[in-house]
């Protein structure tokens, strides 16, 4: 049994986190923070969670944050950062769910994010925690990134594709994105009101969107060698899910993209390549820790079409954080997420 502190767990991917977390046999979760509801009843603000925590949520600053295995950082960029330092040196791990840690050049870091990096030292040591390429790495950190929503769903459709050496034209590649509106988190903005967002579909961050950095350090960690990525992402009305169109030009077209796909993701317990000709659908991943895939060649043409849907608050967040804590701890990865999607 392990001691869990989630900081920063008022918005939507920190109940997520809660909801995961509150049934897994190896969690004892025994710090919640936030400032503006130190003293109040977990349960009194998220009331799904009533008859599973019994808990108030404290001030960060007077959390025991030092006493967990591991804490989550469920917060706006930068908050993590500040605190993060203190707590390994305290012997806690970490996962962030927000940014700090996601993109290794502190310069890189600061021009999309606007801020000053407290720690960029702790850049280099942290590690990206999308466990299809890094699950050995993740065992033995002490400080894990938790990947952003678009960036899962779209690194994990294309990795198939750019692993192989001369397969597509690794120079233009584009996600075509989609996400619900609970991708923008649970802070009031105009423009997720149900007025602004229902019955609406926009694009957004056409010239440039702080997850493309994420997308493409990643493919080129992974490969080698630059990547050319255009990410265009979009806001539909809906509460859940990303639905993630990529495309690339392919170069050989002898290759069998369902059985390279199928044989690359054979034994990862979260990622389902659905059989040829598969339409993935957001409500088949909703609440659930997976990501399912379906790789087209329309007409036999060489243009490669990967759909790629996951639940942004799971497998693009909350989920992924306890599939990373798992194996950081010597779990089953399946441990606490193996319940299917729901439905309707």
Not at 26 to 41: N, P, Q, W
Request: charged content about 20%; hydrophobic content about 40%; some cysteine.
């Amino acid at each position: 049994m392990i001691k869990v502190g989630v900081v920063g767990a008022t918005g939507y991917t920190g109940v997520e986190l809660l909801r995961l977390l509150v049934p897994h046999p190896e969690v004892e979760i025994t710090a919640v923070t936030s400032r503006k509801e130190a003293g109040s009843r977990v349960d009194s603000l998220f009331p799904s969670l009533r008859g599973y925590l019994d808990i108030c949520f404290t001030d960060p600053a007077e959390a025991s944050l030092g006493d967990c295995d591991i804490v989550f950082f469920a917060t706006p960029n930068g908050t993590a950062m500040k605190m993060v330092p203190a707590l390994l040196e305290s012997g806690a791990r970490v996962i962030d769910l927000a940014a700090d840690f996601r993109i290794r050049d502190v310069e890189t870091w600061s021009d999309w994010y606007g801020l000053e990096h407290a720690c960029p030292g702790l850049l280099n040591e942290a590690v990206y925690g999308l466990p299809e390429i890094n699950r050995s790495a993740i065992a033995d950190a002490r400080l894990v990134a938790n990947p952003g929503c678009y960036p899962t769903a779209t690194t994990l459709g294309f990795l198939p594709l750019v692993m192989q050496q001369g397969l597509v034209d690794r120079n233009h590649l584009i996600a075509d994105c989609k996400s619900g509106v609970s991708g923008a988190g649970r802070k009031a903005q105009v423009a997720t009101l149900f007025s602004e967002a229902d019955e609406n579909f926009k694009a957004y961050g056409v010239a440039g969107h702080r997850h493309l950095p994420e997308i493409r350090q990643t493919l080129e960690a992974c490969v080698g060698d630059p990547v050319g990525l255009t990410f265009v992402p979009h806001l539909i009305p809906m509460i859940r899910g990303i639905h993630s169109t990529l495309y690339t030009r392919l170069q050989d077209k002898s290759v069998d993209l369902q059985a390279l796909f199928e044989d690359y993701y054979a034994d990862e317990p979260f990622v389902d390549v659905l059989p040829e000709g598969g339409l993935p659908e957001t409500r088949s991943v909703r609440g659930g820790n997976v990501c399912r895939i379906a790789v087209h060649r329309p007409q036999g043409a060489d243009t490669v079409v990967v759909l790629s849907v996951i639940d942004n608050l799971v497998k693009g967040a909350a989920g992924q954080a306890v599939q990373n804590m798992n194996i950081m701890f010597g779990f089953d990865e399946r441990l606490g997420l193996a319940q299917p999607a729901l439905l309707p």
